[in-house]
Structure formats: C-alpha cells, structure tokens
DNA sequence: AATCCGAGCAACCGCCGTCGA
DNA sequence: GTCGACGGCGGTTGCTCGGAT
C-alpha cells in the first residue's frame, strides 16, 4: 500500500538548481502563473522536476521580494519572541518577516539563535556536603558521576549565566535524592517549581539522547520532591507553555525573590538576553508531550534508562 | 599542500490537512 | 463517508566552502 508518488521518481532531477532551470521557472511563473496546480507545472514548464522541488526553488528563492543575507537583531529578537511563543512554527513566524522563507528562518535557528540562546551550557548544583568534599577531593567536575559519560569532557561551566537569568537565578539547591530517577514524571501536569523545588542541569554533550544531528543542547530538569521533569518540546508546547507545564510559567515564579530584583523584565527579555530554559530537541518534545513518563519510559530511551539505573547506584 | 572538520544552507522526505470526486 | 490528489509544512540530509591543523 502506500500513497501515489507525486512523480515519477526515475525521470526527475534531483540535487541544485541549475541556472538555465532557475530561468524556466521563473518566466513560466510570471508569464502563466503557478496555475494552482504544482504537479502539472515542470511538465508545462519544460522542467524534469518534480512539482514539489519546483514550489520549493520558487517560494524559498526564485519569488520576487526574497530577502537573503544576514538577519538583522530585529529579525533575530522577533524569532525568538515567536519562538517562544509558537514553537517551531516557521511558516507563521515568516509571516511577520517580509522577505524571509520559512526555511531561511528555520535554517537561522538552527545554525545560529538555537545556539546563541541554548548553547548557554549552565550548571549550578549545589551538592550536598559529603558529595561536596568528595568532589574537592577528587578535583572532579561538581555534578553526578554518572552525567560524566554524558556532559562534554569540558563542560561549559565556566559559562554560566544562571546569575544574569532571572528564571534561572536563584536555581541549584539540588537535594540529590537516588530516588528522583524512580519517580513518575508528570510533564504536563506538574507543580514543579524550580525556583522552589529543585534545580535545573543543563549540559551540552553528543552523548546526550538526542536525535538532532548537531547533538546539541539537551536539559534535565529535576523536581526534588515531585519528580523528574525533563524540560523539552518546544515545537509541541512553546517555551511559554512549556513553562506555565512546569509550574513556571504562571505568576508563581514571577513571586520569588530573584525576580522581583527584575521587575522589569517580562518573557520577551528573557529569551531576548540568553534565557536558556528550554530545548527544542524532538527526542525530549517528544517524552515531554506524554502525561505522564515513568521509569519504564526513561528505560525505553536507552542512554536515559542506562543514565537513570546509575543514578539510582549513585 | 593536503586533509579534516564544522558551519551554513539548499533541497529532499514524509507526514498531515484539505478538498473534490 | 471514503479515497485519492495535492499543497503545505517541519524535520532532516547532504553538499559546499572556508578555516584550522
């Protein structure tokens, strides 16, 4: 079974755009229009493509009015705001910046704002005393042994902009409790509170189980009596909706001390000036749109279920 | 000079929603 | 109500190029 090709795959061209290609395109375009209909088009067009990669090279380069080149900080800010609104809504967020593809926005997140915003690796843990000693004594990296095979040889704790963050400030009283890994998960539900609750580790590591290709950010959020959350799915929640999930997002975390320091500063600001509390990761959207996770899910994803069992022996 | 590696980007893939027969 | 065709979209891949070694 299985739908219908659009085409016949043996007789289109795939790979770059010639430029001979570009020109039939385009004067088909704008002599006849697009007709409503893709499909028929490289055939009327004189084209061996398929109608999908010609709707592609038109939208995303041959239309008039394109805008290529850098994004401006404008651009950048109104990205981000969306972003953390909408998630990974590209076509939407194109629509507020004329000019720009939603594949050119997309390609922008992800080679440079996800970077500039979530490669902020932060890790503030305070251990508790005799962890703490026996990190001194060992002169090791002040997070659990068992993140070792998973942080970067380097973590970027030097870093850290915990401080700066005003969602994030006031993070790191870490009570480590063997049982956190053991608890259920409540992604959506969660009072989770991690000005209050707990503390937010994030690290940056290819050994993270993450399924995008640059390995980047991924984030483990700890509740210290509710749970473990894992802080994720932004395409799925939105950071906004991600954060009213995890208990931060309503007017509770606004109420802690370290933001009433900020009183001014809203959401935009935040994501605007390096917050880092989110991750746009699909593995961990993915586990974070589920009700609710427990053990039995964190063993499913191998390299989680593997870290869980050796935060437990820890 | 050759090779390696990572960033950037164009293009492809496959899923999903819509619409018309 | 069902099914197929199509457009739209987001995720991913793979090529290119420039800088580092």
Not at 160 to 186: K, V, Y
């Amino acid at each position: 079974m299985g739908r219908a090709p659009c085409c016949d795959k043996a007789n289109v061209k795939k790979g770059p755009w010639s430029p001979e290609e570009d020109k039939k395109l385009k004067d088909f375009i704008e002599k006849y229009g697009t007709g409503g209909n893709w499909i028929a088009l490289p055939q009327k067009a004189g084209l061996r493509r398929c109608g999908k990669s010609c709707r592609l090279r038109w939208l995303n380069y041959l239309r008039p009015n394109i805008k290529h080149g850098a994004f401006s900080d404008e651009e950048d800010r109104i990205i981000c705001s969306l972003f953390a609104r909408i998630g990974s809504r590209w076509s939407i967020i194109a629509t507020q910046l004329p000019g720009r593809t939603d594949n050119d926005i997309k390609n922008h997140w992800n080679t440079k704002l996800k970077k500039k915003l979530l490669g902020v690796a932060a890790c503030q843990i305070k251990l508790p005393p005799q962890q703490q000693a026996r990190e001194q004594q060992h002169q090791q990296p002040a997070f659990p042994p068992f993140l070792a095979g998973v942080a970067p040889a380097t973590p970027q704790l030097s870093s850290c902009t915990l401080p700066q963050n005003p969602l994030l400030h006031g993070l790191g009283e870490f009570s480590a409790d063997p049982d956190i890994f053991g608890s259920l998960l409540h992604a959506q539900q969660t009072h989770y509170h991690p000005m209050k609750d707990g503390v937010v580790l994030t690290f940056e590591g290819d050994q993270c189980c993450s399924s995008a290709s640059d390995g980047s950010l991924n984030q483990i959020t700890y509740g210290r009596d509710e749970g473990l959350g894992f802080a994720g799915g932004a395409r799925q929640m939105g950071l906004e909706s991600l954060l009213y999930s995890s208990g931060i997002g309503d007017n509770r975390w606004k109420e802690s001390a370290s933001w009433e320091k900020q009183p001014s500063a809203d959401l935009e600001q935040l994501i605007s000036t390096g917050g880092s509390f989110f991750s746009g990761e699909s593995s961990l959207a993915t586990w974070s749109s589920s009700k609710t996770l427990g053990l039995g899910s964190l063993k499913s994803l191998p390299t989680l279920g593997r870290e869980a069992d050796r935060f437990r022996e820890w």
